[in-house]
């Protein structure tokens, strides 16, 4: 699944981050510690704006996962949940069209966006539902 954490589609969010990060440490603070983390956020904000994650920069995401992948094992996992850090374009899943409509512009096929879309994940649970119930019937004989 491909999420859309700037941080992980940015290099450039992923270095402010890093910033983040080391400031915590000089400050003596866990940098995993997310709560440590966003007790001096908005002063380290103040100080150091944040770049910005793009739609276009998720799909060029996608498309290295494809790449590497084959597109019958991608999917999209945006991981809005919990953060106000989201990509500009990207906000919510009621932006998905955008995203759609910039593969299809770089050449992508529906049934490739339907398969993205859900339509992976979908055949993803129907296998794993299938294997369990054949472990399952093989348990009980």
């Keep these: 699944m491909v999420t859309f954490v700037p941080g992980f589609v940015s ?3 992923a ?3 890093a910033g983040l990060k080391a400031e ?3 400050r003596g603070l866990d940098p995993k510690d997310f709560g440590q ?3 001096f956020r908005d002063e380290w904000v103040a100080a150091h704006p944040p770049p910005r994650a793009t739609l276009a920069q998720v799909a060029d995401h996608i498309e290295h996962v494809r790449a590497v992948a084959g597109v019958e094992h991608v ?4 991981d809005f949940d919990g953060t106000t850090d989201v990509t500009v374009g990207l906000e919510d899943v009621s932006t998905y069209p955008a995203l759609f409509a910039e593969l299809l512009g ?3 096929i529906e049934s490739d966006c339907a398969a993205l879309a859900g339509g992976n994940l979908l ?3 129907r296998q794993a539902e299938s294997f369990a119930a054949s472990v399952s019937g093989r348990a009980q004989a």
Excluded: H, K, Y
């Excluded at 999917?75 to 945006?78: I, S």
């Design 106 to 108: 770089r050449g992508w």
């Design 123 to 125: 055949r993803a649970m």
């Design 11 to 13: 290099q450039e969010c």
């Design 37 to 39: 983390l966003f007790g």
């Design 24 to 26: 915590a440490a000089r």
């Design 75 to 78: 999917g999209l996992g945006g």
């Design 15 to 17: 270095d402010w981050l």
